[in-house]
């Protein structure tokens, strides 16, 4: 009864695919697994976290990826804080578990080309979703903001006179980031959509689900993932990737790092140095084909 209604947690409340829902149940069955095997099967919820650590040291053994196995101890951690909250278990052996180390994963951006196709030749507007979907497009690219960003953004955030947008970024710290002209048409189109939806319980949000309610997460993604992965070659198609896009292109193209930090709502330049990792390929390819001494 206790992984039916985590299921029905995950999918309701936490308004994950059924994919991902999957992809946590079947993580829960391998630890299951290794119970039977190990321990008597004894059932998941009875566990301490020595327990769980022989379990992530088989994992580690059997040349599983210390990546792949963070996914799975985050799973079980899930499960453990679903518990908690429904009051089935008192303490989350999981508590104190510190993630492996993993190597970090250069992230490639979207290049300008594939960024053109999906903005010029993927969407054609012809209805709410189409223009809304466009819009989210543009707006990650033209901004770089953050998807959880995006969901929360208001009406009231958008300041078409000044060519702005009111941004509420992490641990509510506000930013203000300038709007290119071009999507003032993209706003207008939306929005002329989004007025003639039948019905609307979240009329403060910007962007809206066909339903009239609040934009979530998931759905975000979906979006994004459902262009690009036509229109790219890349494995990861997400809202990330076109934020690491709109901060890449603009270093590329000469932008200050400072400028770019302000813009992506860092608090530290050193969060920001992770999108110039292409910017200083450009950087050399610059070098090598006009420096003086390359030349002989």
Same mark, same amino acid.
């Given at each position: 009864?206790?992984?039916?209604?985590?299921?029905?947690?995950?999918?309701?409340?936490?308004?994950?695919?059924?994919?991902?829902?999957?992809?946590?149940?079947?993580?829960?069955?391998?630890?299951?697994?290794?119970?039977?095997?190990?321990?008597?099967?004894?059932?998941?919820?009875?566990?301490?976290?020595?327990?769980?650590?022989?379990?992530?040291?088989?994992?580690?053994?059997?040349?599983?990826?210390?990546?792949?196995?963070?996914?799975?101890?985050?799973?079980?951690?899930?499960?453990?804080?679903?518990?908690?909250?429904?009051?089935?278990?008192?303490?989350?052996?999981?508590?104190?578990?510190?993630?492996?180390?993993?190597?970090?994963?250069?992230? $490639?951006?979207? @290049?300008?080309?594939?960024?053109? &196709?999906?903005?010029?030749?993927?969407? *054609? +507007?012809? %209805?709410? /979703?189409?223009?809304?979907?466009?819009?989210?497009?543009?707006?990650?690219?033209?901004?770089?903001?953050?998807?959880?960003?995006?969901?929360?953004?208001?009406?009231?955030?958008?300041?078409?006179?000044?060519?702005?947008?009111?941004?509420?970024?992490?641990?509510?710290?506000?930013?203000?980031?300038?709007?290119?002209?071009? $999507?003032?048409? @993209?706003?207008?189109?939306?929005? &002329?959509?989004?007025?003639?939806?039948? *019905? +609307?319980? %979240?009329? /403060?949000?910007?962007?809206?689900?066909?339903?009239?309610?609040?934009?979530?997460?998931?759905?975000?993604?979906?979006?994004?993932?459902?262009?690009?992965?036509?229109?790219?070659?890349?494995?990861?198609?997400?809202?990330?990737?076109?934020?690491?896009?709109?901060?890449?292109?603009?270093?590329?193209?000469?932008?200050?790092?400072?400028?770019?930090?302000?813009?992506?709502?860092?608090?530290?330049?050193?969060?920001?140095?992770?999108?110039?990792?292409?910017?200083?390929?450009?950087?050399?390819?610059?070098?090598?084909?006009?420096?003086?001494?390359?030349?002989?």
């Amino acid at each position: 009864m206790s992984l039916k209604a985590f299921s029905e947690y995950l999918a309701l409340e936490k308004n994950y695919s059924k994919h991902t829902v999957l992809a946590y149940l079947r993580d829960l069955e391998v630890f299951q697994e290794f119970l039977d095997k190990n321990h008597d099967s004894e059932p998941i919820e009875k566990v301490d976290y020595s327990e769980i650590r022989q379990w992530i040291v088989e994992l580690v053994n059997s040349g599983i990826s210390n990546r792949t196995i963070n996914r799975k101890v985050s799973s079980l951690n899930s499960y453990y804080k679903f518990l908690q909250k429904s009051q089935q278990i008192e303490t989350n052996p999981l508590r104190k578990h510190k993630a492996l180390k993993v190597g970090k994963k250069v992230q $490639l951006p979207f @290049s300008e080309q594939e960024l053109k &196709k999906v903005l010029e030749n993927s969407i *054609e +507007v012809v %209805d709410f /979703e189409s223009a809304r979907n466009q819009l989210i497009i543009e707006l990650f690219y033209a901004t770089g903001i953050r998807r959880i960003e995006l969901v929360n953004m208001k009406l009231s955030d958008i300041d078409m006179g000044k060519k702005q947008i009111k941004v509420l970024g992490k641990r509510n710290k506000e930013r203000y980031v300038p709007l290119l002209s071009s $999507l003032v048409k @993209s706003f207008d189109t939306y929005l &002329k959509y989004r007025i003639s939806l039948p *019905e +609307v319980a %979240d009329k /403060e949000y910007l962007f809206l689900t066909k339903k009239g309610v609040k934009i979530y997460e998931m759905l975000v993604y979906r979006i994004i993932n459902k262009y690009f992965s036509i229109a790219s070659s890349k494995a990861k198609c997400s809202p990330h990737v076109l934020r690491h896009s709109f901060a890449t292109h603009l270093l590329n193209e000469g932008a200050d790092l400072n400028a770019v930090k302000e813009l992506l709502g860092h608090t530290s330049l050193a969060a920001t140095q992770v999108y110039t990792h292409n910017s200083i390929s450009e950087l050399k390819k610059v070098y090598a084909k006009t420096h003086p001494r390359n030349k002989r």
